[in-house]
């Protein structure tokens, strides 16, 4: 039999809030004005750069502006910076080609000129399998995996393709280096055909490992090399870089509260990162979250009356780079984790939500079903599993304890953009921005109203 | 009453032929693999570089690996060289950006960082009304038009919205010099929205007028220099180009020609530019041109019998810097263009043809109707206008009265990639030049077998 709303769990005039709030939200344009402002009043945001100093100051003009009722920063400390500089490439034979390349977060420099014959290996699994030794020795070890080859496999998660081609952008460098190779370059972790490279994170060095600088192709090039291997020719390539790994730097991360007016000190935590990398302007990594959970929070804010439980915007420093603001924000708040109601993380561009993932008690499943069905309208379908964690980081605090939920999303466009140059504001589609903006606002508010303990 | 194919006009023997022949090209990836070794093996190749000279020995080996019965070169003399440097733009002020910019082709460079203040104008006609004179002193003129709004009347070609945008490309900088400027920038003429900029030609500097840089920016930094614009604040950009006008060059129109068996001094001209911009390897503009030409030819040349009048494939020099090629070839062939019989040219990248349009005297226009019904199967209607000129270079010897064809073809990807570093080898989609080679195979091969006057 279909399932009816019980008015017994949620009652009628927190729905008739809830509906009014998912239509309002469906019919503001506030979170897309948010990412208009972040973008062009800011930019590239990268933990440590001028950027962020500059994000940070936006970020709390923006709570005050919204009329939050409390917003502050907790200062991150970064142990070392970087400086992304040039990074040039070029073939040299047998046919002499330019290269889009970008250097992989947190890589050293050539240190001048560096020329050697490319090694292509098809996955990282390959390039793994060769003996440690010196059998890259002079070499150029290059990864042509394609996110776009990955064909998962029922049960297999769709981003299976994602995270296949990450092993090699976070550890292809260190396990090239240990088979004597002079360099690494991977084919850009990204959908797309379009000439710019995937910049993204590395997980920095091993000691006792010789570090050699580590660059993203695009996908183009790569295909171009792989063209050219096919003529069974050598390929020397020149690549020169002039990144540089810094001093620490410090960032920061930035709360805004809308406090509720029975249970002022349980947090109902909405996520997402306010630094971004360095060569777009993050509007779709992580503009898009920061405007949808900015907005959310403040529609919800601007109802009659506060919601029972308070409401956390929680911008973290430095996920690119190592989820360096999740990490100091738990720390600081290790005591205060049991206050945390339920949290979720928007990170996955402006693109609508098709699913909805809790990750909490049996007994509080039965409020999220009820729940859900607020947004189901909104096109968006209810898990069958409960495991989500809350998503990039606050999957940190998903994996200490916290109830959360996953918003999973189109992201059709987020990995053609994201990491390169072209993750602009012209990229966001107005009305899928309000449509996510909507799914937040009425899951939250409904969650911050009702008297449930999510981990039961 | 629906038409039949009179078999007084074409023999059952040549429709035949002309239906094999078709069904070959539709099958053979012949056309895909001159582009994909055009684009590996030289890349580049604009008119008095390195990478043009380089085109020119592929394109004499391609022939004769094709089996061509001729195929020799014509030397085309370019005044002047060009060096493209670099182009590097930021926003100073209110916020800081970077700023995606390309030379436009012939520009001077800035002679060190040029600092202004942008003035934007929606279109080129904006900039034309405002009076000659000192307006502009300091600034930089800025035409946002995008390409993309255009809307066609009735009437109106589809393709109007870049010939509105190539007006300021071509003419902007002179007209913005005598109103000023110190330098002009325009949003790149295309219809995507990567952060790429579309090179294009200039034509050149006006006698008594300062010689001011030029450069197109990319749409998504159009639109952020329009939205900071917008909060009616001074945006301040520092540009340095350090592009350079050279001493002449040379180059060359490469001709390959399957000779006809009976009036081998009769002509079908099958055209593309052997030339490219530099930024991308030109795959699509004009590789798929060359490719499907060159295939095409070669299709015809492969069959039984040589067809009764000769082809001639065509590779004009410079097309791209303003029509070198062809002009020479004119001026070198005057007195034999009688000779030349019908000519057609491909160049609008290599998605499939929707639309022939015939150029030729009203007699054989029958002939036309006929030889359509053979290419009809692949998705191709017969226009109702007969004013074609052979397009491109082919338009130059259609002004001078030989008779042409045009193929119109499908070119939603052309204009987001042409004149871009994204013109590259991934862009072609193999099936779409199969079907574009097939209609081009079939058609020449019926012009050179039949004996039309396609003047009369």
């Given at each position: 039999?279909?399932?009816?709303?019980?008015?017994?769990?949620?009652?009628?005039?927190?729905?008739?809030?809830?509906?009014?709030?998912?239509?309002?939200?469906?019919?503001?344009?506030?979170?897309?004005?948010?990412?208009?402002?972040?973008?062009?009043?800011?930019?590239?945001?990268?933990?440590?750069?001028?950027?962020?100093?500059?994000?940070?100051?936006?970020?709390?003009?923006?709570?005050?502006?919204?009329?939050?009722?409390?917003?502050?920063?907790?200062?991150?400390?970064?142990?070392?910076?970087?400086?992304?500089?040039?990074?040039?490439?070029?073939?040299?034979?047998?046919?002499?080609?330019?290269?889009?390349?970008?250097?992989?977060?947190y890589s050293v420099g050539t240190n001048g000129d560096l020329v050697g014959e490319i090694v292509e290996f098809k996955t990282f699994a390959e390039l793994e399998a060769l003996p440690e030794g010196n059998n890259l020795k002079g070499k150029i070890a290059f990864v042509s995996y394609s996110m776009s080859d990955f064909k998962p496999q029922p049960g297999q998660p769709l981003m299976g393709g994602y995270s296949e081609?990450?092993?090699?952008?976070?550890?292809?460098?260190?396990?090239?280096?240990?088979?004597?190779?002079?360099?690494?370059?991977?084919?850009?972790?990204?959908?797309?055909?379009?000439?710019?490279?995937?910049?993204?994170?590395?997980?920095?060095?091993?000691?006792?490992?010789?570090?050699?600088?580590?660059?993203?192709?695009?996908?183009?090039?790569?295909?171009?090399?792989?063209?050219?291997?096919?003529?069974?020719?050598?390929?020397?390539?020149?690549?020169?870089?002039?990144?540089?790994?810094?001093?620490?730097?410090?960032?920061?991360?930035?709360?805004?509260?809308?406090?509720?007016?029975?249970?002022?000190?349980?947090?109902?935590?909405?996520?997402?990162?306010?630094?971004?990398?360095?060569?777009?302007?993050?509007?779709?990594?992580?503009?898009?979250?920061?405007?949808?959970?900015?907005?959310?929070?403040?529609?919800?804010?601007?109802?009659?009356?506060?919601?029972?439980?308070?409401?956390?915007?929680?911008?973290?420093?430095?996920?690119?780079?190592?989820?360096?603001?999740?990490?100091?924000?738990?720390?600081?708040?290790?005591?205060?984790?049991?206050?945390?109601?339920?949290?979720?993380?928007?990170?996955?561009?402006?693109?609508?939500?098709?699913?909805?993932?809790?990750?909490?008690?049996?007994?509080?499943?039965?409020?999220?079903?009820?729940?859900?069905?607020?947004?189901?309208?909104?096109?968006?379908?209810?898990?069958?599993?409960?495991?989500?964690?809350?998503?990039?980081?606050?999957?940190?605090?998903?994996?200490?304890?916290?109830?959360?939920?996953?918003?999973?999303q189109n992201s059709n466009d987020y990995f053609k953009y994201h990491h390169t140059p072209n993750d602009t504001f012209d990229k966001i589609i107005a009305e899928d921005m309000r449509y996510l903006t909507a799914a937040y606002s009425t899951i939250f508010y409904l969650a911050a109203e009702m008297p449930v303990d999510f981990r039961q």
């Open positions: 039999p279909p399932l009816e709303i019980d008015y017994s769990i949620i009652s009628k005039t927190i729905t008739n809030n809830a509906i009014a709030l998912r239509e309002r939200a469906l019919s503001d344009n506030l979170s897309v004005d948010i990412v208009e402002s972040l973008t062009t009043e800011v930019g590239p945001r990268r933990m440590g750069t001028d950027g962020d100093q500059r994000a940070i100051s936006w970020a709390l003009e923006k709570f005050k502006e919204l009329g939050f009722d409390r917003f502050w920063t907790e200062e991150v400390l970064l142990d070392r910076g970087w400086v992304r500089g040039e990074a040039k490439a070029e073939i040299l034979s047998p046919y002499p080609h330019n290269i889009v390349m970008t250097a992989l977060g081609g990450t092993k090699a952008r976070s550890r292809g460098h260190v396990t090239a280096a240990k088979r004597g190779a002079e360099a690494l370059i991977i084919r850009s972790v990204g959908t797309d055909n379009n000439r710019y490279a995937h910049t993204g994170s590395g997980y920095g060095y091993e000691e006792g490992v010789k570090r050699i600088p580590a660059a993203a192709i695009s996908a183009p090039d790569a295909i171009l090399i792989q063209n050219i291997l096919k003529r069974e020719t050598p390929v020397i390539m020149k690549m020169n870089m002039t990144s540089e790994i810094t001093g620490p730097k410090k960032g920061a991360n930035i709360i805004g509260e809308i406090t509720g007016r029975e249970h002022s000190d349980q947090y109902l935590v909405l996520g997402a990162h306010i630094d971004s990398w360095d060569e777009g302007t993050g509007a779709l990594d992580d503009g898009a979250g920061v405007g949808a959970m900015m907005a959310a929070a403040a529609f919800i804010g601007q109802m009659e009356n506060r919601p029972k439980r308070s409401l956390r915007v929680l911008l973290f420093a430095g996920e690119e780079i190592g989820l360096y603001g999740v990490n100091d924000y738990l720390k600081k708040h290790k005591d205060a984790l049991g206050k945390h109601v339920l949290g979720a993380e928007a990170d996955g561009g402006g693109g609508r939500v098709h699913t909805l993932i809790p990750g909490v008690g049996s007994t509080a499943l039965l409020v999220i079903n009820e729940m859900h069905k607020l947004i189901a309208p909104l096109g968006i379908v209810l898990s069958e599993e409960n495991n989500a964690k809350g998503g990039s980081d606050m999957g940190v605090l998903g994996e200490a304890g916290m109830p959360a939920l996953n918003f999973s």
